[in-house]
């Protein structure tokens, strides 16, 4: 497992939480949205995903994923 | 009809829009949120709904209806 913490952008309210915590979920992964931070702790098996199709799911959700 | 303008604190992004617009929807009555201004422009028929119903619904989403 690898935890990594990302930057995201465009965060704002419990609704967005959700969206991006449920995208994740769906790829089989972790996330945690700090709203106040601007951040997603993600954890997930390398060996089953990348980190980059996760930054792919988050953005799609209309979040610019900055790191 | 009536139209009123509400101004209500909270809404942050597009998912606010959809709650709210849908609660008010659901009511019977149509919502038009403008983010920028922070307000809800309601337009409902006086003899089925009151506009403290509608206040209330969107007080349900979690939003603050200020008048």
Same mark, same amino acid.
């Given at each position: 497992?690898?935890?990594v913490t990302l %930057?995201?952008?465009g965060m704002?309210?419990?609704h967005c939480v959700n969206s991006i915590e449920?995208?994740? %979920?769906q790829l089989g992964a972790n996330a %945690?949205?700090?709203l106040?931070?601007?951040t997603v702790t993600v954890e997930f098996n390398e060996s089953?995903?990348?980190?980059?199709s996760i930054k792919e799911a988050i953005e799609?959700?209309?979040y610019d994923v900055i790191n």
């Amino acid at each position: 497992m690898q935890s990594v913490t990302l %930057k995201v952008q465009g965060m704002s309210c419990n609704h967005c939480v959700n969206s991006i915590e449920g995208a994740v %979920k769906q790829l089989g992964a972790n996330a %945690k949205v700090d709203l106040s931070a601007g951040t997603v702790t993600v954890e997930f098996n390398e060996s089953n995903i990348t980190l980059d199709s996760i930054k792919e799911a988050i953005e799609e959700q209309g979040y610019d994923v900055i790191n």
